[in-house]
């Protein structure tokens, strides 16, 4: 029986992991992570991590072939393949600060892989890491091996937030990197075999280390630009009077640009740009500089890190809005904890983050969207969960301040019925006309 060990229990080990063990019932697989509580966690019914399908594969197969420990050590020692996956925040301080991967966990986790291990191993590389880190990865495991032949591969993944589940279970491709050599290529087909129980040959691609590593990196990098691209285009739309849906549909069917990743939501554009969002933030802000304003703000799934949702209430918190919050998913106290940080600080996952959080005075966390709304100027949809399409708008208009706005980032919202009901509705990358000419007057 092949044993697999995962270090690191977090958003890409815990998923991929447990659809490798539902996927194949004769591997051994365990996750193992330092953090003792994200273990209980996974050991429970409460999950860690929220993803659409995870807890029906996490209970299918857990106590079978899925285990999570804390026994870092005893696992890895037992494993034939070690996937780590454990985080690479960006620097916070040093060279590169801001900017380059900090590699200290991924390293640390070497040292005790060559430590612990009595027998040959394959180390994967799953986590995000820049160019070359496998070659020094390497130079640790050999330097230290005790005569143990240590293979390395460089196995990125492409899961997105959201939908990873579905991701893993049918991903666009399966990418492994490895060494050129004899050794390197017999690693290679054992990390195939695996993923060959579920996923075609054809998708499964193999090239050399440093290839699977920058495509990883490029990959990325393609997106954020189409990204950047379809953001900047949303602003042309509310300039001119276009719809971002209807321009990205057209350009879409041209089959060299293709339909995905055209779609305009509140991510990198109100990060780029924040002057995007003061455009949106000016009438409330004009209108109630005393009193605040209330608005309901929302992030996306568990992984808060990312969300845009974070630089939005920090723009508002600081121009003195009052904010009423909540989020399906995300708990009150990492709200309070992510707004009262540093953007550098929230790369690292919660329980890495400093507990500074005095609670924003600002901020309160409410259990749904009707209390949230309650008394607000303003609604800010920040996220895509399905439960805000079907909210009954016309109860949370009764309960809302007049003028009652709605800023909707995700373009969620079926903007002609809020419209009919009373509301102002902006909708990102739509036409700002309508929503001009129905403004009243700002002083
Ligand atoms: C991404 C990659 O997909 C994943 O492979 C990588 O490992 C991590 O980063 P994710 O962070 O879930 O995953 O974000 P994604 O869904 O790609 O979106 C990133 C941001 O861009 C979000 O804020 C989103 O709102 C925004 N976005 C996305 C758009 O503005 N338009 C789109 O069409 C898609
Ligand atoms: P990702 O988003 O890449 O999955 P996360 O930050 O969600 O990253 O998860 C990484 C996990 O790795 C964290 O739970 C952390 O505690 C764990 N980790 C970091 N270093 C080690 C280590 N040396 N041994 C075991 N677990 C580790």
């Not at 330092?34 to 991590?49: C, K, M, T, V």
């Not at 060559?114 to 180390?123: E, F, L, Q, R, T």
């Not at 799934?301 to 995300?330: F, H, M, N, W």
Request: aromatic share 8%.
């Amino acid at each position: 029986m092949v044993k697999i060990c995962c270090i690191g229990a977090g958003y890409v080990g815990g998923p991929t992991m447990a659809v490798i063990a539902l996927k194949c019932p004769k591997i051994e697989v365990v996750v193992v992570d330092i953090f003792e509580p994200r273990i209980i966690a996974w050991n429970s019914d409460q999950l860690p991590i929220y993803e659409p399908g995870l807890d029906d594969v996490v209970k299918q197969c857990r106590g079978k072939n899925l285990f999570f420990s804390k026994d870092v050590e005893k696992h890895v020692a037992e494993a034939d393949i070690v996937f780590v996956s454990v985080n690479t925040p960006t620097k916070t301080q040093g060279l590169g600060a801001g900017k380059a991967a900090d590699l200290t966990y991924w390293e640390s986790a070497a040292r005790m892989i060559a430590d612990v291990s009595k027998s040959d191993k394959i180390v994967v590389e799953k986590s995000t890491v820049p160019v070359k880190t496998a070659e020094a990865i390497e130079k640790i495991l050999t330097h230290n091996s005790k005569g143990i032949n240590f293979q390395i591969l460089s196995n990125p993944e492409f899961l997105a937030e959201g939908t990873a589940i579905q991701d893993l279970f049918n991903p666009d491709r399966v990418l492994i990197g490895g060494r050129e050599t004899p050794e390197g290529q017999k690693a290679i087909q054992a990390l195939k075999d695996v993923y060959a129980h579920w996923v075609p040959a054809e998708r499964i691609i193999c090239t050399n280390l440093w290839s699977a590593e920058l495509s990883k990196l490029a990959a990325n990098a393609f997106l954020a630009q189409r990204i950047s691209s379809v953001n900047a285009m949303s602003a042309l739309c509310e300039a001119t009077g276009a719809d971002v849906s209807e321009v990205s549909h057209a350009i879409g069917k041209d089959t060299r640009i293709g339909p995905k990743v055209l779609e305009c939501k509140c991510g990198f554009w109100w990060i780029v740009f924040p002057e995007g969002y003061l455009e949106l933030g000016l009438y409330l802000r004009v209108q109630w500089p005393q009193r605040g304003c209330k608005l309901l703000e929302t992030g996306r799934a568990g992984d808060t890190r990312e969300t845009p949702a974070i630089g939005v209430c920090q723009g508002l918190l600081g121009d003195k809005a009052i904010l009423s919050i909540y989020d399906p998913q995300v708990p009150q106290e990492l709200i309070q904890r992510d707004l009262s940080m540093h953007k550098s600080e929230l790369d690292k996952p919660p329980h890495l983050r400093p507990v500074n959080s005095v609670a924003i005075e600002q901020v309160t966390c409410v259990g749904d969207a009707y209390e949230a709304a309650k008394g607000a100027h303003g609604i800010c949809i920040l996220t895509e969960w399905d439960e805000f399409k079907t909210l009954d708008y016309k109860k949370i208009y009764n309960n809302m301040n007049k003028p009652a706005f709605v800023f909707d980032g995700r373009n969620v919202v079926d903007i002609e019925k809020l419209r009919q009901i009373g509301f102002i509705v902006y909708s990102i990358g739509k036409p700002l006309d309508a929503w001009l000419k129905d403004m009243p007057a700002v002083a």
